[in-house]
């Protein structure tokens, strides 16, 4: 069984930057993508970026240039640094973890940033 555990939302000031992390645990096959998603109220779960065991990363236009994904894959974690952070980056962001056929979610955690 696999665990994401995420941690490192809060409430930020827009200009701020926050860390987001998620730690994966369980039977991870070694060649999977780990990926952030974001959901605010009334809209529908988006990509946020994304990264492969390989180093490959992915971005949503609306964050390029603003966030990064890394992960350190001897600790099946997965990071993503937010920087000049805008009020309509508020959601509920969450971890996913695709390994082999499976796919995996954490819980989400709330990121918001007032204006």
């Known amino acids: 069984q696999v665990q994401l555990v995420e941690s490192g939302g809060g409430l930020v000031q827009a200009g701020g930057s926050l860390r987001l992390s998620c730690a994966a645990s369980g039977h991870i096959f070694s060649l999977n993508t780990m990926a952030w998603y974001r959901q605010a109220p009334g809209k529908q779960r988006e990509l946020v970026a994304g990264?492969?065991?390989?180093?490959?990363?992915n971005y949503a236009d609306s964050v390029k240039g603003r966030f990064t994904i890394s992960r350190d894959n001897a600790k099946n974690t997965v990071y993503m640094q937010m920087n000049s952070l805008k009020p309509e980056d508020t959601a509920v962001y969450y971890c996913?973890?695709?390994?082999?056929?499976?796919?995996?979610w954490g819980q989400g955690t709330q990121v918001t940033v007032s204006s």
């Open positions: 996913n973890l695709v390994s082999g056929p499976y796919g995996y």
């Open positions: 990264i492969t065991s390989a180093g490959a990363t």
